[in-house]
């Protein structure tokens, strides 16, 4: 594969080495055509300047870069933890980098492996809607664990994936709730609106909906807020505050998260709610808190030191080319507790 140096890049456009440097470095010293032109050689062919010497060094530094989009979410917390114990097992550095909703997480891999010299990706959370044109400019194997739906255009062969069936693990949980009686049942979603983790777990809250015939209402899907963190508590708060001053009456809360159920159970009890008296509340993923919540939270319990290991192992052997690309769903567990109780409608 063709991997530009900056002499490549220098050839390309007609100019000197030390005249893409002056691009590079923003120089004043320097033509804006011939700047704009140099700069656009440098996104078309995936040319990521780096220092050179310091990166010889590094050739043969065995690490791994973790990238995580949500780091909010207090889920990655034992996912990180966990990866970071595996990769100290085989002698891997690992280089942790939170990505910004708004940013672009292929970029930021390929810049980090080109400075890094890094022997492999692992994608944890956010979505994924890049073409497969673009993820080979990485040259090194990646694996995406419990991100959102991959685009039907990129081959399985590709990459790796590991991760629950969020929409059949979602309907699972409004299966629950409506064995318990409800049918106003409300739901906290975030990014439903992209090809991700959110919108999958809608998509099941609509199965189940449907498949008990119970009619699905616009009104009792929230949105949170896309100025804060989509996953976070603060989020789960305001965004339910938001829900109750709509007045649609609803006798279950689900939340696509269990971060944005602990903001949710804030706001509920702000608002004189007793719950599960008033209203049943749950949550997905299975973070530690739940169990220490006044109620503990009935959640989807996602194997996370499972997954967390699978996807180092994974990502180890298709490094030492052990394996081929694999793709690894897991069963989520439903874990009962004193948030949810019967109710009616």
């Given at each position: 594969?063709?991997?530009?140096?900056?002499?490549?890049?220098?050839?390309?456009?007609?100019?000197?080495?030390?005249?893409?440097?002056?691009?590079?470095?923003?120089?004043?010293?320097?033509?804006?055509?011939?700047?704009?032109?140099?700069?656009?050689?440098?996104?078309?062919?995936?040319?990521?300047?780096?220092?050179?010497?310091?990166?010889?060094?590094?050739?043969?530094?065995?690490?791994?870069?973790?990238l995580v989009k949500g780091?909010?979410?207090?889920?990655?917390?034992?996912?990180?933890?966990?990866?970071?114990?595996?990769?100290?097992?085989?002698?891997?550095?690992?280089?942790?980098?939170?990505?910004?909703?708004?940013?672009?997480?292929?970029?930021?891999?390929?810049?980090?492996?080109?400075?890094?010299?890094?022997?492999?990706?692992?994608?944890?959370?956010?979505?994924?809607?890049?073409?497969?044109?673009?993820?080979?400019?990485?040259?090194?194997?990646?694996?995406?664990?419990?991100?959102?739906?991959?685009?039907?255009?990129?081959?399985?062969?590709?990459?790796s994936s590991i991760s629950?069936?969020?929409?059949?693990?979602?309907?699972?949980?409004?299966?629950?709730?409506?064995?318990?009686?409800?049918?106003?049942?409300?739901?906290?979603?975030?990014?439903?609106?992209?090809?991700?983790?959110?919108?999958?777990?809608?998509?099941?809250?609509?199965?189940?909906?449907?498949?008990?015939?119970?009619?699905?209402?616009?009104?009792?899907?929230?949105?949170?807020?896309?100025?804060?963190?989509?996953?976070?508590?603060?989020?789960?708060?305001?965004?339910?505050?938001?829900?109750?001053?709509?007045?649609?009456?609803?006798?279950?809360?689900?939340?696509?998260?269990?971060?944005?159920?602990i903001g949710a159970l804030?706001?509920?009890?702000?608002?004189?709610?007793?719950?599960?008296?008033?209203?049943?509340?749950?949550?997905?993923?299975?973070?530690?808190?739940?169990?220490?919540?006044?109620?503990?939270?009935?959640?989807?319990?996602?194997?996370?030191?499972?997954?967390?290991?699978?996807?180092?192992?994974?990502?180890?052997?298709?490094?030492?080319?052990?394996?081929?690309?694999?793709?690894?769903?897991?069963?989520?567990?439903?874990?009962?507790?004193?948030?949810?109780?019967?109710?009616?409608?």
């Amino acid at each position: 594969m063709f991997e530009p140096t900056i002499k490549d890049i220098a050839h390309i456009c007609g100019v000197g080495v030390s005249t893409v440097s002056r691009a590079i470095n923003d120089h004043p010293d320097i033509n804006p055509e011939t700047k704009e032109k140099i700069m656009d050689a440098i996104r078309e062919y995936g040319y990521v300047p780096n220092d050179s010497a310091r990166n010889l060094k590094r050739v043969d530094a065995k690490a791994i870069a973790v990238l995580v989009k949500g780091i909010a979410n207090p889920f990655f917390t034992n996912m990180i933890k966990t990866i970071e114990k595996e990769c100290k097992k085989k002698r891997y550095a690992m280089e942790l980098s939170h990505i910004e909703a708004d940013e672009d997480e292929v970029d930021v891999a390929q810049k980090v492996v080109k400075e890094k010299r890094l022997r492999g990706i692992i994608f944890l959370g956010g979505l994924f809607s890049h073409s497969e044109e673009k993820l080979k400019k990485l040259n090194v194997p990646f694996v995406f664990s419990t991100v959102g739906a991959i685009p039907e255009n990129i081959s399985r062969k590709a990459y790796s994936s590991i991760s629950v069936d969020d929409r059949r693990e979602s309907a699972r949980m409004v299966e629950y709730l409506i064995g318990l009686g409800h049918t106003k049942i409300a739901i906290l979603v975030a990014e439903a609106q992209e090809e991700s983790i959110g919108k999958l777990r809608l998509e099941g809250y609509c199965d189940a909906l449907r498949s008990h015939g119970i009619t699905i209402e616009p009104k009792l899907i929230c949105q949170t807020q896309d100025e804060l963190s989509h996953f976070s508590m603060e989020n789960g708060y305001l965004s339910t505050r938001r829900l109750l001053e709509r007045g649609e009456a609803f006798t279950a809360l689900y939340a696509v998260a269990d971060a944005l159920a602990i903001g949710a159970l804030r706001a509920l009890y702000e608002a004189g709610l007793r719950v599960p008296q008033d209203i049943s509340l749950a949550g997905f993923d299975g973070i530690d808190m739940t169990d220490y919540t006044v109620p503990s939270i009935t959640t989807m319990r996602q194997p996370v030191e499972e997954m967390a290991k699978d996807t180092t192992r994974l990502l180890f052997d298709i490094i030492a080319k052990k394996t081929k690309h694999q793709h690894i769903v897991y069963d989520a567990e439903l874990a009962v507790k004193e948030s949810t109780a019967c109710g009616g409608s």
